[in-house]
């Protein structure tokens, strides 16, 4: 038995518990980081990334690729969304070799718009790097869209060129998996749904008598409902989470003009969550 089948409802048989995930929050905060044409397309016309990314790789229709193929090449394309390789493909995700670096090569043809942004990105880690210390130690930063200034540590031991087969470390030493991770994270977690969160917060104070906030886990959050309000409680979540692209426009002029949506589920336990429709 999982451990989240043991978190139930303090309501008891009266009550139930709700989990609103972000739909793909990342994959469309990096598509909108990057601007690259086909992966804005894919997003505004609501196609699957993973699915369409396996027809790349397997020479078929999207709508060919299987249940399985795609939970095998979901992990890798996040894999290489942050910075990863071929190499990581195989030591990470569990790709053979060959199969590892048609998937790196296809990825990367898919959306060249994207390769270049994250190149530019790493380039400029090495342009604001500090002067090296005695030990080749140097800081570099890059500030987010709402303001927030990211701060990395290069690897001294670790300096290489930027080639198309060796993209670990930038020439000054910044790791590419950090510098490509943290510029999508900290805008999707640590940002949107954060500024979400506390517009939800400010909604669930008013309804203390019907839901409570539990707990928010990476971009998802769990909610204990009274089983009579359910309905009301996962309009108001749904409603007040897709508002974040109001804050953003209105604190910080972005312009969010991709699809953030919530996905709803609803169960007797954390564990047992289902679909809501």
């Known amino acids: 038995m999982a451990i989240k089948d043991h978190i139930t409802s303090r309501y008891g048989e009266e009550g139930c518990l709700i989990e609103a995930d972000w739909s793909s929050l990342e994959i469309v905060v990096w598509a909108f980081l990057n601007q690259d044409p086909t992966l804005l397309k894919l997003i505004r016309s609501g196609q699957d990334m993973h699915r369409y990314v396996g027809a790349g790789v397997l020479g078929c229709k999207p709508e060919e690729v299987t249940a399985e193929q795609r939970t095998l090449l979901k992990p890798a394309n996040f894999t290489l969304i942050y910075g990863g390789t071929a190499w990581n493909l195989v030591q990470k995700d569990g790709l053979e070799p060959e199969f590892a670096d048609r998937v790196y090569e296809s990825f990367w043809k898919m959306f ?14 090495d342009a604001n790097a500090s002067s090296p210390d005695e030990y080749g130690n140097m800081t570099s930063w890059y500030r987010g869209l709402t303001g927030r200034k990211l701060w990395f540590k290069n690897y001294p031991t670790k300096i290489s060129k930027f080639c198309s087969d060796n993209r670990i470390y930038t020439m000054k030493g910044f790791k590419y998996s950090e510098g490509m991770n943290y510029k ?7 940002d949107i749904h954060m500024i979400a969160l506390g517009l939800l917060w400010r909604e669930a104070i008013k309804h203390r ?3 409570l906030l539990v707990n928010t886990v990476h971009d998802s959050v769990l909610i204990d409902c009274r ?44 564990g047992s969550t289902r679909d809501y429709d």
Do not use: H
Not at 184 to 190: D, G, K, N
């Open 184 to 190: 999508v994270q900290s805008f999707a977690t640590a």
């Open 112 to 125: 060249p718009v994207a390769r270049l942004w994250s190149d530019n990105l790493l380039f400029s880690l």
């Open 227 to 270: 089983r009579e309000y359910k309905d009301m409680c996962c309009n108001t979540v749904k409603n007040k989470l897709e508002c974040v692209m109001d804050v953003l426009k209105d604190k910080f002029n972005i312009d969010f003009d991709l699809p953030l949506r919530v996905d709803l589920k609803v169960g007797e336990s954390w």
């Open 209 to 211: 008598d019907k839901f």
